[in-house]
C-alpha cells in the first residue's frame, strides 16, 4: 500500500486548511452582538445540546448570513445576524473550533465578492458548499439566497444549514419550509427547526413526520423522505446532463479517476455546486479525498494554483482571473457554453477503450423526460459503478488475512489477475491513487465486504459470468 502517499496528502490537506484559516476572518465581538439582532425564544438557553455525530441527527446549526457595509468604502462584508442553536459551556478547544467553524461560513454564502448594491428583484438560489477538517470529515452548507420580503432595494440574505449529512435533496425540502415561515416571522422559523433537530434522520427510504404549527394556518405535517438508494441522496445528475455532454462527462470522469485538477466554470451557484457535486458522485464507491470547494470564494481564487488535485467551482465572471492564474495540466469546464477551455490532452486515452464504449453505450439508451430524479441518476451512475466492477470488483479476493483478522491487499497479484492488457494498465495506475488507497485501507481493516450498493453489483455481475459460462458448455 502507498502509505508514503496517504502521509503526504494528510500533510497537503492540512496545509490547505491552514491556510484558510489564515485568511477566513475570526470572528468578532462585533458579530456576536450582531448575531443577537434576531432573538430566538427565551427557552433556546435552556436546551441541554447533545454532541452530534454524523448521520444521527439532521443539523448542527441554522444560520442567517446577511450583509453589512464595510466602515470604510462602498463594500459590504457577509456575517452571521442569526445562530440556531447557540451552544454554551463549551470546552475552549471546542470554542475554539466553533468560532473557525462560524468565521467561515459568511465568505462561502457569499462566494461573489463584496461589490454588491441593494435590489428590487434578485432570484433565489439553492447551493452547497463543503468545509473540510484537518481529520478528513466534511460539513456540508445548504444554502437559500433570497431577497427578503418588503419594498424598495434591499439586499439578499442567505439561510445556511450546516449538517454532516450529504442528502441534498432533502435539505432542500427543508429550505423551502424555513423560507415559507421566513415571509411570516424569523420566530416561527425556530419551533420548526427544534423540531428537526430533536428528530433523528431517517435510515434509507424511510420517512420522518415533523409536526409544525403556523399562525393562520394552523398546524402542518411536514414528512420528510430519505431516498431508498442513499449512496446516490446527495446528487442531482439532471443539471450536469444539461451542461455537457455524455463524452464530456466521461473524460471528466477520467481526469477525476487519476486525480487531477478539475475546474468548473458557470455563473450560477446552483449550477456549479450540483455539477460538482454529481462529478464527485460519479466516483462511488470511492471517495474523492482531496480539495473540494463547489463554490470557491473570490478571496481564495488562487486554490487554482495549487500543485495538488483539486476539484473546485468558480464563478464565469472571475474567468479571465482563473485563466492568468499559473496553473499545472488542468481541465477547464466551461459549464455555460459546454466547451472545456483548458485540458491535458490525453482525457480521451485514459480510460480503456472498450469500457469507455460500455459507459456511452449504457448512458445513451433510455434517458426521457418522465424520469424521476431517483431513476435519472440510477441511469447515469450505473454505467460508472459497472466501469468499477469490472475493473476492481475482485478487490476481495485480494486481500489476505492474518489470524487477527488484519488484512495485507496483494497488489501486484490484484491487477495481473486481469486479463485484458488495457484494463490491467489502468488498473496498475489506478492503485497508486489516493481514491483506491483509501478504499483498500477500510477493506484491509473490516473481515468481510461491506454490504453496499457496490458489493451487491459485484455480487451480479459474478452471477451474470458464471451464467455465461455456464450456457457456453452447454452450447459446446
Not at 490537506?13 to 452582538?33: E, H, I, K
Not at 432573538?39 to 438557553?45: C, F, M
Not at 431577497?147 to 423551502?176: N, Q
Not at 462511488?284 to 483539486?310: G, N, R
Amino acid at each position: 500500500m502507498p502509505r508514503k502517499l496517504e502521509k503526504m496528502e494528510g500533510q497537503v490537506v492540512g496545509g490547505m486548511l491552514r491556510l484558510f484559516r489564515n485568511r477566513l476572518p475570526r470572528l468578532r465581538a462585533g458579530s456576536l452582538q450582531e448575531r443577537e439582532a434576531v432573538k430566538e425564544p427565551e427557552r433556546a438557553q435552556e436546551i441541554s445540546l447533545p454532541t452530534f455525530a454524523g448521520g444521527q441527527h439532521f443539523f448542527e446549526y441554522l444560520l442567517v448570513v446577511s450583509l453589512k457595509r464595510k466602515s470604510s468604502g462602498d463594500d459590504y462584508e457577509p456575517i452571521i445576524i442569526y445562530q440556531f442553536p447557540k451552544r454554551e459551556n463549551l470546552l475552549r478547544g471546542q470554542q475554539e473550533e466553533e468560532e473557525r467553524l462560524l468565521g467561515a461560513i459568511p465568505l462561502f454564502c457569499f462566494p461573489d465578492g463584496n461589490a454588491w448594491a441593494p435590489l428590487t428583484e434578485y432570484p433565489r438560489e439553492t447551493f452547497s458548499f463543503v468545509l473540510t477538517n484537518v481529520d478528513g470529515s466534511r460539513k456540508i452548507g445548504y444554502c437559500r439566497r433570497l431577497l427578503p420580503a418588503g419594498r424598495g432595494p434591499r439586499l439578499p440574505k442567505v439561510y445556511c444549514i450546516i449538517s454532516c449529512i450529504g442528502c441534498f435533496g432533502l435539505f432542500s425540502k427543508i429550505l423551502d419550509e424555513v423560507e415559507k415561515r421566513h415571509q411570516i416571522s424569523v420566530a416561527v422559523i425556530y419551533p420548526f427547526m427544534q423540531g428537526l433537530r430533536e428528530a433523528a434522520f431517517p435510515a434509507p427510504g424511510k420517512t420522518v413526520m415533523l409536526k409544525s404549527f403556523i399562525p393562520d394556518s394552523g398546524t402542518e405535517f411536514i414528512s420528510l423522505t430519505r431516498p431508498l438508494d442513499s449512496h446516490l441522496e446527495h446528487v442531482d445528475f439532471s443539471v450536469l446532463l444539461r451542461c455537457l455532454s455524455f463524452e464530456q462527462i466521461l473524460q471528466i470522469f477520467a481526469s477525476a479517476v487519476l486525480e487531477r485538477r478539475i475546474i468548473f466554470l458557470a455563473e450560477g451557484l446552483s449550477t456549479l455546486s450540483q455539477c460538482i457535486h454529481a462529478a464527485a458522485a460519479l466516483l462511488y464507491p470511492f471517495s474523492w479525498a482531496h480539495t473540494y470547494i463547489p463554490v470557491v470564494p473570490e478571496s481564495l481564487l488562487d486554490t487554482v494554483c495549487c500543485p495538488t488535485p483539486f476539484m473546485v467551482g468558480v464563478q464565469m465572471r472571475f474567468q479571465q482571473q482563473v485563466m492568468d492564474s499559473p496553473m499545472e495540466e488542468v481541465l477547464l469546464v466551461n459549464l455555460c457554453e459546454g466547451t472545456f477551455l483548458m485540458s491535458v490532452g490525453d482525457e480521451k486515452d485514459i480510460l480503456p477503450p472498450k469500457l469507455q464504449d460500455d459507459i456511452l453505450d449504457s448512458l445513451g439508451q433510455g434517458t426521457n423526460e418522465s424520469q424521476t430524479s431517483e431513476q435519472l441518476n440510477e441511469h447515469v451512475s450505473g454505467p460508472f459503478v459497472q466501469f468499477f466492477v469490472k475493473t476492481v470488483g475482485h478487490y476481495a479476493s485480494y486481500i489476505k488475512r492474518e489470524a487477527d483478522g488484519q488484512g495485507h491487499f496483494q497488489e501486484r497479484a490484484f491487477y495481473k489477475a486481469l486479463t485484458s492488457k488495457t484494463n490491467r494498465r489502468f488498473v496498475k495506475k489506478f492503485v497508486k491513487t489516493q481514491l483506491f488507497s483509501l478504499f483498500i485501507q477500510e477493506a484491509e481493516k473490516s473481515r468481510n465486504p461491506p454490504a453496499g450498493y457496490f458489493q451487491r453489483k459485484i455480487l451480479e455481475y459474478e452471477e451474470q459470468k458464471k451464467q455465461k459460462k455456464s450456457r457456453e458448455k452447454t452450447v459446446k
